[in-house]
């Protein structure tokens, strides 16, 4: 039961390995060298989005809502517009979601927040 845990628990956590690269299905975020790739390919961010994108990966399958992404991402002192979650989840669906026909690796839940689905959840 214990390696049925574990196996389940290695499947659904981002890795992290000792280069501080988090790696979730085929995309990988490489906080040392603040760089992120999908399927190899490199993706050019910004530095909130890469934040953004680092705050989702590290939460994978899990729905955050706008005020626990503003909080991570904006920081507390934010003191602007709510809607700027939903701008930067466009942003970032644009540059990592490279097949159209695939279901979408960030997804929304309405009324809630949003989730980074991995392929087994999607």
């Not at 049925?4 to 000792?18: E, G, K, N, S, Y």
């Not at 501080?20 to 190899?40: F, P, Y």
């Not at 709510?82 to 979601?97: N, Q």
Request: net charge neutral; charged share 30%.
């Amino acid at each position: 039961v214990v390696a049925r845990i574990r196996a389940v628990l290695r499947r659904t956590q981002p890795m992290l390995d000792d280069d501080a690269v988090i790696r979730v299905d085929d995309l990988e975020l490489d906080d040392d060298a603040h760089e992120v790739r999908r399927g190899g390919t490199v993706i050019e961010l910004s530095p909130t989005e890469f934040k953004l994108l680092r705050y989702l990966m590290l939460n994978p399958n899990r729905v955050l809502s706008k005020s626990q992404i503003l909080d991570h991402v904006w920081e507390y002192n934010f003191n602007g517009d709510a809607s700027i979650v939903e701008s930067y989840i466009s942003y970032l669906r644009r540059k990592v979601d490279i097949d159209p026909d695939a279901p979408a690796l960030i997804q929304t839940k309405r009324g809630v927040g949003y989730v980074l689905r991995t392929a087994e959840k999607r």
